[in-house]
């Protein structure tokens, strides 16, 4: 019976080099998002809930990509690669647009909800760019290399990562303006953001031409070795235990997500408004310093995606699943705890350093366990869409209590940092409920 053959390094690289273009636009945004809307005028209180939106978008878009996806074929193009490229076409647009939320003349409610408006596009063509992905490693990869998979795409997304987080401070340096009129974002953020663009649809059409997608007919053959396992019989699709199973892992998983997720949702808020206040001396979102923040933050999230790189290769090395997930996290929450504590620049790289082995194993362990129990699933999409929902949850109840937690801390944004050690250490502990032994029945 066929199964999944192992596959070369450089055809694991193509199914997920794309990412790295998509990973420049999410950078982009997660990095700017809360400096845009300080620049156009929003209170502090009021920033996490910008933050809604994004995984809003990602819960309603991702489960139906997956949905849909696994009902689709479209000869050479496949069944993942079609919403890829109409995801990326319309995140370039958007991006050009965002950054010029300022610019157009209008009022501060108007910039504002025009701001909103395209935040909720490119997020939605970003998460509709960003899930394939993620499917494309669970139909294309076999379980033993599952794990070395979804690591090459970690990397990869730390890759891109950096990159986006660089730019403002990069183009700053080459003389590109990083100060402007007030209610207006910088050319640095506005330049960043056009340059994105243009590497994430280059990089998406490298990935459309080197991968072919599975036909339905070898997926099927696929399902049923894998569902045959210590059986003796073929099955297209999962047994009553198996899916069972699946789910259980599915929700034990989720548990952790929850807390990973609101630590990291506090992190893209308030990092901004943190070391303004701790480094440069000033909450004022049109200072100078302010905007020398903002471009710092860029290079923050740059050395915690280089943390995340480095360490992306380490965990592959661990026996323990659940060791290296729990570690990571524990490690992330420690560099999280330390931030509001420290006045010089520089010496913020250690806690983002120690920050992205945190990142790093966000982005592999998660999909590992679940993909490797919705194996043998002709719902792997689905499943996987679905999934994003443990993602975008926290994220949106973080956001919708960041002002009142905010304000219950003393309005002083590094304490949302220290909250944020704490929720990854709490999801450290909850590591050790998941059940990551694959059980066929």
């Given at each position: 019976m066929k199964t999944k053959p192992d596959l070369k390094f450089n055809q694991l690289w193509n199914i997920s080099f794309g990412f790295f273009g998509v990973q420049i636009a999410y950078a982009l945004q997660s990095a700017n998002i809360s400096r845009i809307f300080a620049t156009l005028g929003a209170d502090p209180h009021d920033l996490s809930y910008f933050w809604i939106l994004p995984p809003l978008m990602g819960?309603?878009?991702?489960?139906?990509?997956?949905?849909?996806?696994?009902?689709?074929?479209?000869?050479?193009?496949?069944?993942?690669?079609?919403?890829?490229?109409?995801?990326?076409?319309?995140?370039?647009?958007?991006?050009?647009?965002?950054?010029?939320?300022?610019?157009?003349?209008?009022?501060?409610?108007?910039?504002?909800?025009?701001?909103?408006?395209?935040?909720?596009?490119?997020?939605?063509?970003?998460?509709?760019?960003?899930?394939?992905?993620?499917?494309?490693?669970?139909?294309?990869?076999?379980?033993?290399?599952?794990?070395?998979?979804?690591?090459?795409?970690?990397?990869?997304?730390?890759?891109?990562?950096?990159?986006?987080?660089?730019?403002?401070?990069?183009?700053?340096?080459?003389?590109?303006?990083?100060?402007?009129?007030?209610?207006?974002?910088?050319?640095?953020?506005?330049?960043?953001?056009?340059?994105?663009?243009?590497?994430?649809?280059?990089?998406?059409?490298?990935?459309?031409?080197?991968?072919?997608?599975?036909?339905?007919?070898?997926?099927?053959?696929?399902?049923?070795?894998?569902?045959?396992?210590?059986?003796?019989?073929?099955?297209?699709?999962?047994?009553?235990?198996?899916?069972?199973?699946?789910?259980?892992?599915?929700?034990?998983?989720?548990?952790?997500?929850?807390?990973?997720?609101?630590?990291?949702?506090?992190?893209?808020?308030?990092?901004n408004g943190t070391i303004a206040d701790t480094v440069w001396n000033t909450t004022d979102a049109a200072s100078e310093g302010y905007q020398k923040a903002g471009n710092w933050v860029g290079i923050l999230f740059a050395v915690q995606a280089i943390g995340s790189v480095l360490w992306a290769v380490v965990l592959p090395r661990f026996k323990n699943i659940k060791v290296a997930y729990a570690l990571s996290l524990v490690i992330g929450g420690i560099g999280f705890a330390m931030v509001p504590f420290i006045h010089n620049q520089y010496m913020l790289f250690v806690p983002y350093f120690l920050i992205g082995f945190a990142w790093a194993a966000m982005l592999a362990m998660p999909f590992t366990l679940v993909t490797n129990a919705f194996e043998g699933s002709s719902r792997m999409g689905t499943a996987l869409g679905l999934f994003n929902c443990t993602i975008c949850i926290p994220q949106i109840v973080a956001a919708a209590l960041g002002g009142v937690i905010l304000a219950a801390m003393g309005s002083i944004q590094g304490n949302m940092l220290l909250l944020a050690g704490i929720l990854l250490v709490v999801g450290a502990v909850c590591v050790f409920i998941i059940e990551d032994k694959k059980h066929n029945a």
């Open positions: 819960m309603v878009v991702q489960p139906l990509v997956g949905y849909f996806s696994d009902k689709t074929w479209l000869g050479r193009w496949g069944r993942r690669i079609p919403y890829l490229l109409i995801g990326a076409l319309a995140a370039i647009i958007v991006m050009c647009l965002l950054p010029n939320a300022g610019s157009f003349g209008l009022t501060v409610a108007g910039a504002m909800t025009f701001g909103l408006i395209a935040l909720m596009f490119l997020d939605t063509s970003i998460n509709m760019a960003m899930q394939p992905f993620k499917m494309m490693v669970g139909d294309m990869v076999n379980e033993k290399q599952k794990a070395k998979a979804y690591s090459i795409q970690s990397f990869l997304c730390n890759a891109g990562s950096l990159v986006g987080y660089i730019f403002p401070f990069l183009f700053t340096a080459i003389g590109i303006a990083n100060i402007a009129p007030e209610g207006v974002v910088p050319d640095s953020v506005k330049w960043s953001f056009y340059v994105g663009a243009a590497i994430l649809i280059l990089c998406v059409i490298y990935t459309i031409s080197n991968v072919k997608e599975y036909t339905p007919q070898q997926m099927a053959e696929f399902n049923a070795a894998a569902n045959s396992e210590g059986k003796g019989e073929a099955s297209s699709e999962m047994s009553p235990a198996q899916k069972k199973h699946a789910y259980k892992v599915f929700f034990e998983v989720g548990l952790v997500q929850f807390f990973c997720w609101a630590a990291f949702m506090y992190m893209w808020t308030y990092t």
